[in-house]
C-alpha cells in the first residue's frame, strides 16, 4: 500500500507541474505576441489603433516615418507595431518595435537571460532576439518553455523604432501600412493630438481610429479545476490507502489504546511518517520536472514558481483534512467486542460505498473523454515518426502580407516547378457545413481528399480492371472513387456539374505532407479523391514544392525578381514538422500521465471498496471455502455489489453527462471489468494467504 501512496504522490505532483507549466507558456507566449495589450494591461493605459500609410517609393516612406517619430517623442504616450518579413531560409523574421517607455522590464512575462537592458525612450539599434544562435543580438529573449528559443521557430526581435528600416527594402510600387498602437491614459486626448498633427494626412480613413482588442489566450489554457479536482481524488486515494492499514492494523491499534495511547500518539507513530514521505515526494518532483523543463529562474518563471507553491499548499490542505479523517477512522476502532458488533462493521462498509460512488461519478466523463483523446494524440505520435519522411523536405507559402499582390502569380509559379497541392482539410468544411444546410443532413460524408497530378505520382493507383491509372492522362476534377463506395451517391465530391469518374481498388493509403493540418490528420485510408488541374489556392498546408538547390533557386530569384521577398513569407515543412512533434510529445505525455493516475485511482478504489468487504465477512468466505461452496456462492455477493453501484453512474450518465450512450456504455464496461479484475486479485490473495490462517484464529 506504501508504494501505491508513493507511486500516486509522484504521478499527480508532475500531472501539476505539466499544467501550470504549459499555462505559463502559453500565457506568456501570447502576452509577447499581444504586447500592446499586454502594456496596456499592466500599465492601466487606453489603445488607440490606427492604420499609417508611409506610401510606395523609398523617399515618401522614409519623409513620414521621421514625421512619425517626430510626433512621438514629445507626447505623453509610447508607441509598438509589429512587422514581418521572409528570410532565405524560409523562416519569417518578426519585429515588435517600441518607442517611449521601459516598462517592458517591469512586466512577468518579460525578461532576458543575462538580464542586460534596452533604453526605449532613446534611439537605439541594439535589440532583443530568440535565437539564441544570433552573435548580433544584445540579449537573448528568456521564455518559460525553452522551445521558443529553438533554432526551428520563427525569429522574434524586440527593437527600437528607430531601427526600422524595410520602408527601403520593399520594392516601390508596394505600399507599405503599419498598424500603429499608441498607448496613453487618456485615449480621445491622444487621438484629438494625432488629428491636429501633420501624420494624420497618412491615415487610412476608411480603417479610421479604431479602440484596439486583442485576441484572449484564455480559451487555450489548460483547465486548472481539473487539476484541482485531481488533487482532491488523489488525496482521497491515499486516505482510503491508509484506512485500508487501519483495517490491517486493527490489533495493534486496539493494543495502543489498551497501553493508554491517545488517537493523536497512534496517528503520529504510525501514519505521520507516510505522509511527511508523501509531502517530500511531491517537493522534489517539483523540483526536478522544473530542472528539466525550465532549466532557470527568471522573472517570467516566477508566476510558475507561484502557481507550484499554490497548488502545494492546497496538496498540503487536502491531506491534513485526510489526516483528520484517518484520525476520525483511529478512533472509530474499538476493542475486538465492540468490532464485532454490526454497527461499527456498517459504518465503514457504507463509507466505502459511498466514497465508490461518488468517485466513479466524479471521474467517468472526464475519463472517457480522456480516454478518446488520448488515443487519438498516440497515434498522431506514432503516424509523426512513422510518416516523418513524407512530412519534411518541402516549402510553401506561410503568409502574404499585403492584399495588393495577386496570389495567383506565386501559384502559377509553384504549379510551374511540379509542386504538390494537397487538401486534406476539405471534409472538414463539408461536415460543418452539413450541421447548417438542412439538404445535406442526410448527406454521408466520406474520407475526401483534392490533389494534383504532381501529388500522385508517388502513388501506383490500380483500377478495378487491375490496371495502374496512367495519371498524366488523368482530365481536371476527375474522381477517383475506392470500390467499397461503388453505388452510393458521390456526387456531392464533385465540384461541377459532372466529373470523369474512375473507380480504383480499395487499400490505398494517402500521406498528408505538412505535419500542422488542421485536424492533425496525417493520412486517410481510401478516400474519395478529387485530382484537380491546376493550384487552386496557396495555402500553407496545401501547396508544397519539394526544397531542393535547384527549386530553392529559383524561388528566390523568381521572388528577388518581382520584389517579393518582404511580401511572400515561406516556410518548410521540416519546421513545421518539429513544432508538431514538439506539441505531440507533450501533448502524449500529459495525457499518458492523466490516463495512468485515472487507472492507478480506479484501482485503488476498488481495492478499497473489495478489502473492506473481505475484512468484514472473512469469516463467513473462509468457512465457505471449507465447506467446499462454489466460486460464485462464495463471493457473488462481491461482485453483484460492486456491478450494482455502476446503476447510479448509469442514471446520472443519461441524465446529465454530455456523453454519447455508446461512450457512456464502454466507460462502465471497461470501468466493471476493472472491478472484476481486482476482486479477482483479491479473491486469490486472500484465498492463498488469508483462509488458513483465519481458520486456524491466528487472525480475528
Not at 99 to 111: E, P
Not at 216 to 230: E, H, I, N, T, V
Not at 326 to 351: H, L, T, W
Not at 528 to 552: C, F, Q, R
Amino acid at each position: 500500500m506504501k508504494k501505491f501512496i508513493y507511486i500516486l504522490t509522484i504521478l499527480c505532483s508532475f500531472f501539476i507541474f505539466l499544467t501550470n507549466f504549459e499555462n505559463q507558456s502559453i500565457i506568456q507566449t501570447s502576452k509577447i505576441g499581444h504586447a500592446s495589450e499586454s502594456f496596456a494591461e499592466h500599465e492601466d493605459l487606453e489603445i488607440l489603433n490606427f492604420q499609417y500609410h508611409l506610401g510606395n517609393d523609398v523617399s515618401t516612406r522614409k519623409e513620414r516615418y521621421g514625421q512619425l517619430i517626430d510626433f512621438l517623442e514629445d507626447k505623453d504616450c509610447y508607441a509598438l507595431f509589429y512587422t514581418s518579413t521572409s528570410q532565405e531560409n524560409y523562416k519569417d523574421e518578426n519585429y515588435l518595435y517600441i518607442m517611449g517607455s521601459n516598462a517592458l522590464y517591469t512586466f512577468d512575462f518579460f525578461d532576458t537571460l543575462h538580464t542586460k537592458r534596452i533604453d526605449f525612450t532613446k534611439e537605439s539599434n541594439l535589440y532583443f532576439s530568440n535565437m539564441l544562435n544570433d552573435p548580433n543580438a544584445y540579449d537573448y529573449i528568456a521564455y518559460v518553455d525553452s522551445v521558443n528559443n529553438q533554432p526551428y521557430q520563427d525569429t522574434l526581435e524586440i527593437r527600437h523604432f528607430s531601427s526600422y528600416k524595410q520602408y527601403s527594402t520593399v520594392r516601390e510600387g508596394i505600399d507599405i501600412d503599419l498598424e500603429l498602437n499608441l498607448l496613453s491614459k487618456d485615449r480621445l486626448l491622444t487621438q484629438a493630438m494625432v488629428m491636429n498633427s501633420e501624420i494624420y494626412d497618412y491615415i487610412d480613413a476608411e480603417v479610421g481610429f479604431r479602440e484596439h482588442v486583442g485576441s484572449s489566450y484564455k480559451g487555450l489554457l489548460k483547465d486548472r479545476s481539473f487539476a484541482f479536482q485531481m488533487i482532491g481524488l488523489c488525496v482521497l486515494a491515499i486516505a482510503i490507502l491508509l484506512t485500508c492499514q487501519i483495517f490491517r492494523s486493527k490489533k495493534e491499534i486496539i493494543i495502543r489504546k489498551m497501553m493508554g495511547h491517545s488517537f493523536v500518539r497512534i496517528f503520529k507513530e504510525m501514519f505521520i511518517t507516510q505522509l511527511f514521505l508523501c509531502i517530500l515526494f511531491y517537493i522534489v518532483v517539483q523540483i526536478l520536472s522544473y530542472a528539466f523543463y525550465v532549466h532557470s529562474f527568471n522573472r517570467v518563471t516566477f508566476p510558475l514558481l507561484m502557481k507550484s507553491w499554490q497548488d502545494f499548499m492546497i496538496f498540503l490542505i487536502f491531506l491534513i483534512v485526510s489526516s483528520l479523517y484517518i484520525c476520525f477512522c483511529i478512533v472509530k476502532v474499538k476493542d475486538s467486542g465492540e468490532m464485532k458488533r454490526q454497527g461499527s462493521r456498517n459504518f465503514f462498509s457504507y463509507a466505502s460505498i459511498v466514497v465508490k460512488i461518488v468517485f466513479i461519478i466524479v471521474a467517468f466523463a472526464p475519463f472517457v473523454n480522456y480516454i478518446l483523446e488520448w488515443k487519438e494524440i498516440a497515434y498522431n505520435t506514432y503516424a509523426l515518426r512513422a510518416y516523418r519522411d513524407h512530412l519534411r523536405g518541402y516549402v510553401g507559402v506561410s503568409g502574404i502580407s499585403s492584399f495588393d499582390y495577386d496570389p495567383t502569380k506565386i501559384m502559377q509559379f509553384f504549379d510551374e516547378q511540379g509542386a504538390i497541392y494537397q487538401d486534406f482539410e476539405q471534409i472538414i468544411l463539408f461536415e460543418n457545413m452539413k450541421e447548417f444546410d438542412t439538404s445535406l443532413q442526410h448527406t454521408t460524408i466520406y474520407p475526401y481528399i483534392i490533389v494534383n497530378k504532381a501529388y500522385l505520382k508517388e502513388y501506383s493507383v490500380i483500377d478495378v480492371e487491375n490496371t495502374a491509372v496512367d495519371i498524366e492522362k488523368l482530365q481536371p476534377d476527375t474522381l477517383l472513387i475506392p470500390q467499397k463506395y461503388e453505388g452510393l451517391d458521390t456526387s456531392y465530391y464533385c465540384p461541377n456539374t459532372s466529373c470523369d469518374i474512375v473507380m480504383i481498388k480499395n487499400g490505398n493509403r494517402f500521406i498528408n505532407h505538412h505535419a500542422y493540418s488542421v485536424d492533425m490528420t496525417l493520412n486517410r485510408k481510401d478516400p474519395i479523391v478529387l485530382v484537380v488541374g491546376e493550384i487552386p489556392n496557396w495555402s500553407a498546408t496545401n501547396m508544397l514544392l519539394e526544397n531542393t538547390d535547384k527549386n530553392k533557386q529559383a524561388l528566390q530569384s523568381y521572388l528577388k525578381a518581382n520584389g517579393l521577398l518582404e511580401t511572400v513569407h515561406l516556410k518548410t515543412t521540416d519546421d513545421y514538422y518539429e513544432l508538431a512533434k514538439n506539441e505531440s510529445n507533450t501533448m502524449f505525455v500529459r495525457y499518458s500521465m492523466v490516463f495512468l493516475l485515472y487507472i492507478l485511482l480506479a484501482f485503488i478504489f476498488q481495492y478499497q471498496s473489495i478489502y473492506i468487504q473481505f475484512d468484514q465477512r472473512k469469516h463467513e468466505y473462509a468457512i465457505n471455502y471449507l465447506l467446499g461452496k462454489t466460486f460464485w456462492q462464495r463471493y457473488g455477493n462481491i461482485f453483484n455489489n460492486n456491478i450494482l453501484m455502476y446503476s447510479f453512474v448509469l442514471i446520472y450518465g443519461i441524465f446529465f453527462a454530455q456523453m454519447t450512450y455508446f461512450q457512456l456504455l464502454a466507460y462502465l464496461l471497461c470501468a466493471i471489468i476493472v472491478d472484476i479484475l481486482v476482486a479477482c486479485y483479491m479473491i486469490h490473495y486472500f484465498e492463498k494467504h488469508k483462509v488458513i490462517a483465519i481458520l486456524k484464529g491466528e487472525q480475528s
